[in-house]
């Protein structure tokens, strides 16, 4: 059974998280889209670990300090809310921006919380010869086009999009803007700290994402000290809800392997 609970990790900034399950503690970060684009993935982990969904500051209504401007601030949040709650051995799941987040989380674990980690056709770092989309000028047609492979299917109109609905949308995206719109969308010095990052990663990336490519995935995984790379077929950037069986299964043999003595 799922809880919300808001908890304060600095005096101005509160954490509001969607809880479910119970076992070890996997952290669920969501991308742009937002908290229900990882819903489906957080309720399949759920059924055998303690789950933990945050609304990153600033969307879906969520108060964001005007200091956090920066994806390693959330990153040092997360890390300190961790902290804080006394949990380890720690599973982080992130999907697009919040694979990001991930990843600057575990460059940044000198106290070993994490011990495994699933990034999700994630955005954060720059690779030569495979630039990431400019997603902020593309139109609803564009988004659709570049981010499923079955685009006609995940179209949204946005003429049918109920007034508020597409108000919190542009709010997310504003947020989104100023989080990681400049330099856009990746922090230069990350890539060259992933070496460090020896706890097993598991990148999965679809096959028709044109946002980041699988050859940007497959550098990015390149780069972890210990990461292994899975393409998912006909699938785009959220291969989690296009493909989730399929997903899930690669998520569910990954988690088999952290548990093998």
Not at 209 to 217: F, H
């Amino acid at each position: 059974m799922s809880s919300t609970r808001t908890v304060p990790v600095y005096p101005d900034l509160s954490l509001t998280s969607a809880e479910s399950g119970t076992g070890r503690t996997v952290l669920v970060l969501h991308g742009g889209g937002g908290p229900a684009t990882v819903a489906g993935l957080a309720g399949h982990l759920s059924e055998n670990a303690h789950v933990i969904t945050p609304v990153h500051p600033g969307w879906s209504g969520t108060p964001r300090p005007a200091w956090l401007t920066g994806i390693d601030d959330l990153a040092l949040a997360y890390l300190h809310h961790l902290h804080d709650r006394g949990v380890r051995d720690v599973l982080v799941v992130g999907s697009s921006l919040g694979g990001w987040i991930a990843a600057e989380m575990a460059v940044r674990d000198t106290a070993g919380i994490i011990t495994g980690l699933v990034l999700i056709d994630a955005v954060g770092v720059r690779v030569e010869g495979e630039p990431m989309r400019d997603f902020f000028g593309l139109d609803a047609r564009g988004i659709a086009d570049h981010a499923w492979h079955d685009s006609a299917r995940y179209y949204v109109d946005p003429a049918t999009v109920p007034p508020e609905q597409f108000a919190a949308r542009r709010a997310d995206m504003e947020t989104m803007r100023i989080l990681a719109g400049e330099p856009y969308m990746h922090d230069p010095k990350l890539l060259r700290r992933l070496g460090r990052v020896r706890v097993p990663a598991l990148l999965l990336w679809g096959e028709s994402d044109r946002i980041v490519t699988p050859a940007y995935g497959a550098a990015y995984a390149a780069a972890f000290g210990d990461a292994r790379f899975q393409v998912v077929p006909e699938a785009g950037h959220l291969p989690h809800i296009e493909q989730s069986g399929a997903t899930l299964a690669l998520i569910d043999d990954h988690l088999r392997g952290l548990c093998r003595p």
